[in-house]
């Protein structure tokens, strides 16, 4: 972990020196993973800091070095190159200072408070979480769908990866990058998710860079007759269509009024139920949004609610993320009932035990 922490003493001291209230600060001596520091107050008071210096961090990174106990009394903080929003919250629940290369910091100590947010990262690294969220990546979103459809199992990588059919290899990249970023644990039984909330959250985000293919359409008819109509679709043709975004959401949470209907289907349908329903497709004013089924993965776990197949909750959330502003609200709504309801804390994985509702491995 040790690399040259010149530029991370500097951002340190810099920000300290710029405080009226401090009258002297000066880095006694390096160590292992940092350095320590000692700052006078203007009061005479002198304390300890206790930095660790690192090129990347992570916010399981983080987790480590709370952990961790100071030699003697002092104020530890945390320098890299570029702090991530969630390792800050965590630092800051944890009374961890932190300060990075791009100006953000947050330190708390005697009579000094020191918080900067919103600086970009000047040196941005491609980011892993687009690559295991990103729609294109199937066989990533089968296994975190297969994690979600039961979020309070304990899993083992090699039964993972025979439910749902990839190599070890893959499940291992993915569940080590959940473990990175503090969304999951790893226990003497195997793996689970400790963050659901956090990784649909993130998962969402990634996956609304890229737009969905879709078909906006539009229809004489009003919202309830043409969900009516989905249902004769099946009954009179065959053809299957499970709703998501606002029209699946109620099913799960009641929470907003809608007054479009979004919908998945097989390719090869769309044409004949285009038809069907007497609809068209338009630029602008659609009231039906049609979605390609690009993978069955899209409608694992769906569900029939009072007689309209339904999208998972988890897949209802992906989509309503990105339907700004009410569904957001939606897909909270939907996160909380749905899936965090159900969903047990883990107690701490370094305790000696885990809390007996959680499954044995499979």
């Known amino acids: 972990m040790k690399h040259d922490d010149r530029k991370g003493m500097e951002c340190v001291e810099n920000k300290f020196l710029k405080l009226p209230n401090i009258q002297k600060y000066e880095v006694e001596r390096r160590t292992e993973d940092g350095f320590i520091a000692s700052v006078e107050m203007d009061d005479g008071f002198v304390f300890k800091i206790y930095a660790y210096s690192l090129q990347q961090v992570f916010p ?16 530890r903080i945390l320098i890299s190159p570029y702090i991530s929003d969630r390792t800050a919250q965590i630092c800051e629940e944890n009374g961890m200072g932190y300060f990075d290369y791009a100006g953000n910091c947050w330190f708390v100590g005697h009579s000094i408070y020191l918080s900067e947010r919103g600086n970009k990262n000047p040196e941005p690294k491609p980011c892993s979480a687009v690559s295991v969220f990103e729609r294109s990546s199937v066989v990533s979103s089968l296994i975190l769908r297969e994690l979600f ?12 990866s025979e439910k749902v059919g990839c190599s070890i290899g893959q499940v291992s990249k993915v569940m080590g990058f959940l473990v990175k970023n503090a969304w999951a644990v790893r226990m003497a039984e195997g793996y689970a998710v400790s963050e659901p909330g956090l990784v649909i959250r993130e998962w969402g985000r990634v996956y609304g860079r890229k737009d969905a293919v879709s078909y906006p359409c539009y229809s004489l008819d009003n919202i309830s007759v043409l969900e009516g109509k989905l249902r004769e679709l099946k009954q009179n043709t065959g053809i299957k269509s499970y709703l998501t975004g606002f029209s699946g959401g109620v099913r799960y949470a009641p929470v907003v009024r809608y007054n479009k209907v979004h919908v998945y289907m097989a390719p090869e349908d769309i044409r004949e139920a285009v038809r069907y329903l007497e609809i068209k497709e338009v630029e602008s004013g659609a009231n039906m949004v049609i979605y390609p089924l690009e993978n069955d993965s899209y409608i694992k776990d769906c569900r029939i609610i009072t007689g309209d197949m339904v999208v998972s909750p988890l897949q209802v959330c992906l989509d309503s993320l990105q339907l700004k502003g009410r569904g957001e609200e939606l897909a909270e709504a939907v996160l909380q009932k749905e899936i965090i309801k159900w969903y047990c804390e883990i107690v701490n994985p370094d305790d000696q035990h885990i809390e007996a509702h959680y499954h044995k491995s499979v």
Do not use: E
Not at 60 to 75: A, E, F, R, Y
Not at 149 to 160: G, M, P
């Open 60 to 75: 399981s990174t983080v987790m480590q070095l709370i952990k961790k106990k100071s030699d003697g009394i002092g104020i």
């Open 149 to 160: 459809a039961d979020i309070n199992k304990v899993w083992r990588l090699k039964h993972l």
